[in-house]
C-alpha cells in the first residue's frame, strides 16, 4: 500500500539555527499537506501544496512539493523555542481505491534548545 | 463554533473489553478519518469513512470497527480482538470536493481520546 517516509524522526538544534524535514512517498500523490502537533496537542493544518514543483512560504517556514509529486519537504529557518512539536506531512491519494486515503509520515520531533 | 467533539478523553478498559470512543462534527464535513498514533510512530490510519454508510479500512483496522450511520458522527469500536490497544485515538474530518484542489479539504482534528487497558 501507500507509504509515507518522513525523515528524520528527531532533530535538537539551537535557537537560531536551521531545520528541516524531509518526506518521501511511494507512489504519485495527489497532494501534500503538513501539520504541527505540539507536545501534548493534536495536530494543526499548516499548508497545502498541489502542484508540481510548487514552493510556498508561510513567514521562517519554507514548504516545497516535488516535481514528480512523491516529495516534500519543510525548511525552518531561524528556529524559535515555539517552533517546539512534531511536524508531520500527510499525503493525500486520489486514484482508485485509495480515493481520499490521507496517509501520514511518521513525523519529525524538533526540539530547540534557548 | 464549529469542530470536532472527542470523547471520553481518558479511558481506562480491562483486557478484553469492547471500547467505543465518539466522534461528533458539526462542520458539515462529508469525509471523517480515525488514527492511532504511538509514541515516535506517527498517525497511522485505521478507517476512513467518505459519506454516510460507507467506510473503508486504513492500514490498520484489524482489532477496530467503525459505523457512519449520520453525517456527523463516526464512532470507532476498539474491540477485544486488538491486540495492543492502549495508545492515544483522533478523529479527524474533511469537507469534500475534487480532492487535488479543493482548497477545504484538509483535516480538522479532535483532542484525542486516550486509551488504557489494564
Known amino acids: 500500500g501507500q507509504q509515507v517516509m518522513q525523515i528524520p524522526q528527531y532533530q535538537h538544534v539551537q535557537e537560531g539555527e536551521d531545520f528541516t524535514t524531509y518526506c518521501n512517498s511511494s507512489?504519485?500523490?495527489?497532494?501534500i499537506q503538513w501539520y504541527k502537533q505540539r507536545p501534548g496537542g493534536h495536530p494543526v493544518f499548516l499548508i497545502q501544496?498541489?502542484?508540481?514543483?510548487e514552493v510556498k512560504k508561510q513567514k521562517r517556514l519554507t514548504f516545497q512539493f516535488g516535481e514528480a509529486k512523491k516529495n516534500s519537504s519543510l525548511h525552518i529557518t531561524a528556529t524559535q523555542t515555539t517552533d517546539v512539536g512534531t511536524y508531520f506531512c500527510?499525503?493525500?491519494?486520489?486514484?482508485?481505491?485509495?480515493?481520499?486515503?490521507?496517509?501520514f509520515g511518521q513525523g519529525t520531533i524538533l526540539t530547540v534548545h534557548p | 463554533d464549529g469542530g470536532i467533539t472527542q470523547s471520553p478523553k481518558y479511558l481506562f478498559r480491562k483486557e478484553g473489553q469492547n471500547v467505543t470512543l465518539s466522534c461528533e462534527q458539526n462542520?458539515?464535513?462529508?469525509?471523517m478519518y480515525w488514527y492511532r498514533q504511538d509514541p515516535g510512530q506517527g498517525l497511522r490510519l485505521i478507517y476512513y469513512?467518505?459519506?454516510?454508510?460507507?467506510?473503508q479500512k486504513g492500514d490498520i483496522a484489524e482489532g477496530y470497527s467503525v459505523s457512519r450511520e449520520k453525517k456527523e458522527s463516526f464512532p470507532l469500536t476498539v474491540t477485544s480482538a486488538q491486540k495492543n490497544p492502549t495508545a492515544f485515538y483522533l478523529c479527524?474530518?474533511?469537507?469534500?470536493?475534487?480532492?487535488?484542489?479543493?482548497?477545504?479539504?484538509?483535516?480538522?482534528f479532535g483532542a484525542g481520546s486516550r486509551l488504557t487497558v489494564l
Open positions: 479527524a474530518s474533511r469537507s469534500s470536493g475534487y480532492l487535488a484542489l479543493s482548497g477545504a479539504n484538509v483535516l480538522t
Open positions: 507512489t504519485t500523490l495527489s497532494n
Open positions: 501544496l498541489v502542484k508540481s514543483g
Open positions: 500527510a499525503g493525500l491519494y486520489a486514484g482508485g481505491t485509495s480515493y481520499g486515503k490521507l496517509t
Open positions: 462542520l458539515n464535513h462529508d469525509a
Open positions: 469513512s467518505q459519506i454516510v454508510n460507507d467506510f
